[in-house]
């Protein structure tokens, strides 16, 4: 039923960096509506989203990237934003070759913004399910935050005298 709340515009809740940008830009060009919420430092500011809108936007936005900007992709980070993304029912977009590497390359990757957001655009067109279903399954079977605390007590175990 996730689909079926899909629109035609592109919903960001985030700081706009360089990659945003670039997607707002690109947006423009072909009159895609794009609207940003969130990172406002004033905590009454309707641009504010809960967890609950913040999952409802994602889940309207005609695509829903995990975009970074270059130190991030340099340094291999690998953001909260695809894990949520995926798990709210989005196929998983990326310009970072590492996090698509995590999804054993299953995800929409480019390292071109434009060409990433086309590849998402042209997903979307031709709708794969069960792609998407695979992914909220391996997100959901290896990536939680029982996962992550299993990960932090394996590695303790293993590299301290300390013992868990």
């Known amino acids: 039923?996730?689909?079926k709340k899909r629109t035609n515009t592109i919903y960001f809740i985030g700081s706009i960096t360089k990659p945003w940008d670039i997607l707002h830009h690109l947006c423009r060009q072909m009159r895609i509506p794009?609207?940003?919420?969130?990172a406002s430092f004033n905590i009454n500011s309707s641009n504010?989203?809960?967890?609950?809108?913040?999952?409802?936007l994602t889940q309207q936005s005609l695509i829903a990237p995990a975009f970074q900007d270059e130190?991030?992709?340099?340094?291999?980070?690998?953001?909260?934003?695809?894990?949520?993304?995926?798990?709210?029912?989005?196929m998983g977009i990326t310009n970072n070759k590492i996090v698509n590497d995590l999804f054993?390359?299953?995800?929409?990757?480019?390292?071109?913004?434009?060409?990433?957001?086309?590849?998402?655009?042209?997903f979307e067109n031709n709708y794969d399910e069960i792609k998407v279903k695979?992914?909220?399954e391996y997100v959901r079977n290896n990536h939680t935050?029982?996962?992550?605390?299993s990960t932090i007590i394996s590695f303790i175990n293993k590299n301290t005298n300390h013992q868990f």
């Not at 390359?105 to 071109?112: A, C, P, S, V």
């Open 1 to 3: 039923n996730i689909r």
């Open 34 to 38: 794009f609207a940003q919420y969130g």
């Open 48 to 56: 504010n989203m809960n967890i609950t809108e913040n999952m409802n």
């Open 71 to 90: 130190l991030q992709v340099k340094d291999n980070y690998i953001p909260c934003r695809i894990f949520k993304n995926i798990s709210y029912g989005r």
């Open 104 to 122: 054993n390359g299953r995800l929409i990757y480019d390292e071109n913004i434009a060409n990433a957001a086309q590849k998402a655009l042209d």
């Open 134 to 136: 695979e992914l909220m």
């Open 145 to 149: 935050y029982t996962s992550r605390i």
